[in-house]
């Protein structure tokens, strides 16, 4: 098939994935109303025991929900797809490269061995992936001429791992920027002030932390801190935006260190409106585990990020960071020079402001939903040229 054909028609393509996440709507709003792509998405309507805010009736007729079965919260997994129809009727196939779901090992490996337009989506490195299991999945991921990962560092990645003649694209995982901008747009400095005086936070230094209250966010080791922060800077009130299983254990700690008036539990916010404030207002944003897409959303506003410096056991949105550009690291488990970076960062006004234009220019013009959508494109026609 020419290019010339589809520079005519529109490019039919399957996305298959697990669910269609709140935090991906700027992503499939502009991939949906793409002119030249006819898009269908083969989901699912939720994961067992996970509270994700799925966004799938939105695309109404764009969005095909199907069945599946699954254990132990999706370590294992099979979904029912409609085999036939995805054969049959797209010019390019997305599909997840998780090997625990059996059904996309099956359905894009078959794809692949036949010669068909199938792209894995896939994540390069995991944190959470022990090397025996990564390796296997490495050796599987070999098979695929095209591979769409979530960042240019896994593109390095992979070519180290012996990925001579994929085809191999980083989408640069991010967030809506432009919704970002817009919305911090209506945050006046007035506005932003008579917000911060409602809160009783106008004549505070805020530290931001933005995660689901997991153990393995490890939030508790901000608790530790904080004397030593309070210590130098006694105005200083950490806000904690997120909820979860670990909220009565901060939240005892907290009370046990007598430290109630110096933190903010603020619950879960999903509306980017409501988020903004709580952003604009922070001088730092501190993470003291790994992290993911919440690097980017503290980029877009503008906002340095303290996190340690093992890039390995961080979500590869990590590439986004470079320490003393647009944040800084700290000894990964040492609770004192947690509290010293936050310190020295604080108390350096041009350090702070540099990052603060860093963060932004890295959040508008690498890592964004308008990037991926680029990038998608792009490895989307160099695979249905093929087919």
């Known amino acids: 098939m020419s290019t010339s054909k589809y520079s005519k028609n529109k490019i039919r393509i399957a996305i298959v994935t697990n669910i269609i996440p709140k935090y991906r709507e700027g992503f499939y709003d502009r991939l949906i109303r793409r002119e030249d792509l006819d898009v269908t998405v083969y989901c699912q309507d939720h994961i067992p025991g996970m509270n994700f805010i799925t966004i799938h009736k939105k695309y ?100 180290s791992k012996g990925f001579k003649n994929n085809f191999i694209l980083g989408m640069n995982n991010g967030l809506d920027q432009k919704t970002i901008d817009a919305v911090s747009l209506k945050w006046t400095d007035a506005r932003l002030q008579e917000w911060r005086e409602s809160k009783s936070i106008d004549n505070c230094v805020m530290l931001l932390s933005c995660a689901r209250l997991d153990t393995k966010n490890k939030f508790e080791q901000v608790v530790e801190a904080l004397p030593l922060l309070i210590a130098k800077i006694p105005n200083l009130i950490w806000c904690l935006i997120g909820d979860g299983e670990e909220k009565y254990n901060l939240e005892k700690m907290t009370r046990a260190a007598n430290l109630e008036n110096y933190v903010r539990f603020v619950g879960q916010i999903y509306q980017e409106e409501e988020i903004a404030p709580w952003f604009l207002s922070s001088k730092v944003l501190i993470h003291p585990a790994a992290i993911g897409l919440t690097l980017l959303h503290s980029f877009g506003y503008g906002l340095p990020v303290v996190i340690h410096g093992n890039s390995k056991l961080h979500g590869p949105e990590y590439s986004a960071f470079e320490s003393e550009f647009n944040g800084r690291n700290f000894k990964i488990g040492d609770i004192r020079n947690l509290a010293d970076t936050v310190i020295e960062l604080l108390s350096d006004t041009k350090a702070c402001s540099d990052m603060k234009e860093n963060a932004l220019f890295i959040a508008r013009n690498k890592y964004n939903v308008d990037v991926m959508v680029e990038r998608f494109i792009q490895i989307a026609k160099t695979a249905a040229v093929r087919n």
């Open 60 to 159: 109404g007729e764009r969005v095909k929900i199907i069945k599946f079965i699954s254990a132990k919260r999706e370590k294992i997994s099979w979904q029912f797809l409609p085999w036939y129809r995805i054969f049959k009727d797209y010019d390019v196939v997305f599909i997840n490269g998780n090997p625990r779901v059996l059904s996309d090992v099956l359905i894009s490996t078959v794809l692949q061995l036949l010669g068909r337009g199938v792209v894995q989506w896939t994540m390069a490195h995991s944190y959470k992936s022990n090397y025996k299991y990564e390796n296997i999945r490495l050796l599987w991921s070999r098979l695929f001429k095209r591979i769409l990962v979530y960042t240019d560092a896994e593109v390095r990645f992979l070519r």
